[in-house]
């Protein structure tokens, strides 16, 4: 070897061993929750393990469980595609329509699972596992090297349920249109339902409040709260922050509860001491699924 072609080498050597753990460094990332701080180069062992199955090797969505549509011609609107992590667009979030999740949001969403879906919750796992998850997918998009998270969306304290507040929420689904996808009795049957696609191009179904009690971003008033005032992006499902006061937004929240006629809540038992609502309850019917599969059109 001639000197030149060894210095060449060296060169070369040195330059492979400068940039590896370079570059090594680079796409480690963090979590920040609380207390926790969680590490990608942990999550990276964890989602090879539990999560690239369905959510692919590149995280793009496209794992080998993930079976198209069609394979399931029974039940399609179950078989929602695991997420893409690549896009970093999230459904459920505290922050508003198109900006990113805190961290928080999707460690929440890795431990509380996706209803009525494929993706399980990972409760079973502990609080570092579930941070260091997190860290991790966060790395698959460059959404999060660019962007900061959108700031939360200020949840004003729930005021106390009273008749009016159903039925001042009752004349906000009509107003606002949510009857077009989730219908007049919210079975996820309006007239818009069948047509939906998400952002796979695949259909979806609108919520089925009759016999839903959870939902995909959580169980509670204030869950449901934030789901309508940021939307569940990549779904049809579109925020209203711009066009409902919080003051109605918590109306609404009430009256919803009253659809969920399957599931006892304070607003059904008290929409049910009165006429109006007695006559509704008792004229809803219930069927299908909570995504709205087995519904007939
Ligand atoms: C059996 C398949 C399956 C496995 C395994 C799985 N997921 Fe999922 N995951 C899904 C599906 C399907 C969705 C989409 C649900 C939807 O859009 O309604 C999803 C969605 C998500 C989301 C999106 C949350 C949001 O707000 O949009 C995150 C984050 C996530 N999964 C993390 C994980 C992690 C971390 C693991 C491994 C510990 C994992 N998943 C394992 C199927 C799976
Ligand atoms: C353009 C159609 C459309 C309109 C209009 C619409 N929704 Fe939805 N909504 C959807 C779809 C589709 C889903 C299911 C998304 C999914 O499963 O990922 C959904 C889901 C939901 C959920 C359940 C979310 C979860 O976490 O499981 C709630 C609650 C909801 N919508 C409330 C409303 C309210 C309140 C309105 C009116 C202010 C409304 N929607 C208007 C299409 C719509």
Not at 28 to 35: A, D, I, P, R, V
Not at 228 to 246: E, I, N, Q, R, Y
Not at 262 to 279: I, R
Request: glycine content about 10%.
């Amino acid at each position: 070897m001639s000197i030149h072609k060894i210095a060449k080498s060296l060169f070369l050597t040195a330059a492979v061993l400068l940039t590896v753990p370079f570059l090594a460094v680079a796409q480690q990332s963090e979590s920040h929750m609380g207390k926790l701080t969680g590490h990608s180069d942990a999550g990276k062992q964890l989602y090879y393990r539990f999560c690239w199955g369905c959510h692919g090797f590149r995280g793009d969505g496209s794992g080998e469980n993930w079976l198209a549509t069609g394979n399931f011609p029974t039940e399609p609107y179950l078989n929602i595609q695991p997420r893409n992590f690549d896009a970093g667009v999230f459904k459920c979030r505290s922050t508003p329509t198109g900006t990113l999740p805190t961290d928080e949001d999707l460690y929440n969403s890795v431990g509380r699972g996706f209803v009525m879906t494929n993706m399980p919750s990972w409760i079973s796992l502990t609080n570092q596992q579930r941070a260091d998850l997190v860290a991790f997918i966060k790395s698959f998009s460059p959404r999060f090297r660019g962007e900061k998270p959108g700031d939360p969306i200020n949840v004003p304290a729930e005021p106390m349920l009273t008749v009016e507040s159903i039925k001042h929420g009752k004349e906000l689904f009509q107003k606002l249109e949510c009857w077009k996808c989730h219908g007049q009795e919210g079975r996820g049957d309006g007239p818009s339902a069948s047509t939906l696609t998400d952002s796979n191009d695949n259909p979806i179904r609108p919520y089925n409040f009759a016999v839903g009690s959870r939902f995909k971003c959580g169980v509670t008033n204030g869950d449901l709260y934030k789901i309508f005032m940021t939307g569940l992006d990549g779904s049809p499902m579109p925020s209203f922050a711009d066009v409902v006061k919080p003051v109605e937004a918590w109306d609404l929240v009430h009256f919803l509860r009253t659809l969920q006629v399957t599931y006892k809540s304070p607003e059904l038992t008290l929409w049910e001491s009165t006429k109006e609502g007695a006559q509704q309850i008792a004229a809803s019917r219930v069927y299908g699924t909570p995504t709205g599969s087995g519904i007939k059109q």
